[in-house]
């Protein structure tokens, strides 16, 4: 099965346009392990190393369309695994922070790390250089994120108060 053959058949099950658009823009290909990718776009889940699988693509689309994302919401992905599924939510949403509970495998390192080196993929450089910037803020962790608003909450009251 092709990208082609895949989105015809989730354009059967999925009705939202939005979800179909994003789903026809992430490679899933860069998700997966390189033995696997000729299977990249059969509607199954993969192995990509530690216990973990990439959810099939029929599942991503229906949790993307039953979240009914808008362009102005952030989204906090528990367990994000590959990032297949926080790459096509960041497709619908402003922003998504995702966490993993455990080390990610060596096979999801490589798979995010061919996703960033790609220059086959459909998305322009500048997206790519934006998807990089969002895994960045994936992996950062939740007490470095609650350390950066603090400093600039601390910032901003002290240059209110120096400007009255």
Avoid: K
């Avoid at 509607?43 to 190393?49: A, H, Q």
């Avoid at 390192?109 to 997206?127: D, E, G, H, I, L």
């Avoid at 994936?138 to 209110?160: D, E, G, I, K, P």
């Amino acid at each position: 099965m092709d990208r082609d053959d895949l989105l015809r058949s989730l354009g059967t099950r999925v009705s939202d346009e939005r979800v179909l658009a994003a789903m026809a823009v992430v490679p899933r290909e860069l998700f997966v392990d390189p033995q696997l990718a000729g299977a990249a776009y059969a509607d199954c889940p993969l192995p990509i190393g530690g216990g973990q699988t990439i959810s099939q693509p029929a599942v991503v689309a229906g949790m993307c369309q039953a979240l009914d994302l808008r362009e102005d919401e952030r989204v906090l992905d528990v367990g994000t695994g590959s990032g297949y599924h926080a790459a096509v939510m960041s497709r619908l949403c402003r922003h998504v922070f995702g966490i993993s509970s455990t080390r990610c495998s060596p096979q999801v390192r490589s798979a995010r790390s061919r996703q960033r080196a790609s220059t086959t993929s459909p998305w322009s450089r500048a997206t790519a250089r934006s998807a990089y910037r969002r895994r960045r803020r994936l992996t950062r962790s939740t007490s470095q994120r609650q350390l950066a608003t603090t400093c600039r909450r601390r910032s901003r009251r002290s240059s209110r108060r120096a400007g009255a």
